[in-house]
Structure formats: structure tokens, C-alpha cells
């Protein structure tokens, strides 16, 4: 028997957000811990009791939460990681990340950890395409995070274009090498 591995998967807030349900779903069927960190804007798209549910564990939401005694939340939730994969990724978390801002609960986890960054853009083709998002990914891979996607699909704004997230098959997939 593996010993089971963690992931900690940040989810921000893209109309994507529908897939990582099934990410979580994905990674639990094969035996892997899922802790999940929302950012306070995916918590406007999608309740956190759903990923409860479907990681069967807490789910995190916010720096400032009560954490449970003695705990620094993001440096625990770093130090458990196996892997932290972010699953919608925005244009607003790549530029954070990439600029060393380090906000919100999501952000310090990834600031701390030292297990590989995974990294699943979905956003307009349009913000895709935008040189700082462009320059920011460039960083973010100099800095040794991995990305996966985004793919061609129907957009969010109803035309076609690259900026879908990746397929969950893909996501998982993706996300085994690391673990």
C-alpha cells in the first residue's frame, strides 16, 4: 500500500471553477488527499461546502480564519503538499504569484511550499494574450512552476478561442507525474 500523497489545490475564481469539482473527485477515486484553498472571489462562484463534500476534508478560505491550535494555516498546508496545483488559475493569481505578492491564504502557501507548483490557466484568450500575462508566465516557468493549458474550447464570452481550461483527464494525468 502507497503512503497517500496531498494535494492542495487552490481554486480562483474562473467560470472553470465547475471542473475542479471533478478534479477533487478525480484525485480522491485514486487514493490522494485533496486539501482544497479557495480564494475569496471563487467563493462567489461556488460554495466551499461543495468541495467539502467532496474531498471530505475542511475546506480553506481565508488567512485570517480561525486556524486550529497552534497551526500557521499556510505554512502547514505548504509543508503538506505534495503537490499545490491550481485549478482554475486567473490571470489575476498568475500576476500575483509572479510579482511576489503574497495576499491572501493561496498566495502564502504557494510562497511557502517546496512541492512542485502546478499551474491551470483559464481566462478570456484575450487576457491569455495580454503581454503581462504573457511575461508573467515566462517568469513563473523561469522560476520553475509547471503549466498545463490553456486549451482551444468555447469561451466563457461564447466564441471559440485558447483559454479553456484543461481537460480533467489532462489535469489529473498532469498532476500524477508530480506525485
Known amino acids: 500500500m502507497r503512503k ?19 478534479v477533487v473527485r478525480r484525485l480522491k477515486e ?3 488527499n485533496v486539501l482544497v484553498v479557495m480564494t475569496q472571489e471563487a467563493q462567489g462562484l461556488i460554495r466551499p461546502v461543495v468541495f467539502q463534500s467532496l474531498s ?40 500575483k504569484l509572479a510579482s ?12 511557502a511550499t517546496t512541492a512542485p507548483v502546478l499551474i491551470c490557466p483559464a481566462m478570456n484568450e484575450k487576457m491569455y494574450y495580454n503581454a503581462i500575462v504573457q511575461d508573467n508566465i515566462k517568469k513563473l516557468k523561469a522560476a520553475g512552476y509547471k503549466f498545463l493549458g490553456p486549451v482551444e474550447g468555447r469561451l466563457a464570452c461564447g ?14 494525468k498532469e498532476a500524477e507525474k508530480y506525485l
Not at 497517500?4 to 471533478?22: F, M, N, Q
Not at 511576489?100 to 510562497?111: A, E, F, K
Open 4 to 22: 497517500e500523497k496531498t494535494v492542495v489545490l487552490g481554486v480562483t475564481a474562473s467560470i472553470a471553477i465547475y471542473k475542479s469539482c471533478d
Open 30 to 32: 485514486k487514493q490522494y
Open 56 to 95: 471530505g476534508n475542511k475546506v480553506y478560505k481565508g488567512l485570517f480564519e480561525e486556524p486550529d491550535a497552534g497551526e500557521i494555516e499556510h505554512v502547514s498546508l505548504a509543508d503538506q503538499a505534495n503537490l499545490v496545483l491550481i485549478a482554475p488559475a486567473t490571470a489575476n493569481i498568475i500576476g
Open 100 to 111: 511576489g505578492i503574497y495576499d491572501d491564504l493561496l498566495t502564502c502557501v504557494v510562497c
Open 159 to 172: 466564441k471559440s478561442g485558447k483559454g479553456c481550461l484543461a481537460s480533467v483527464d489532462l489535469i489529473v
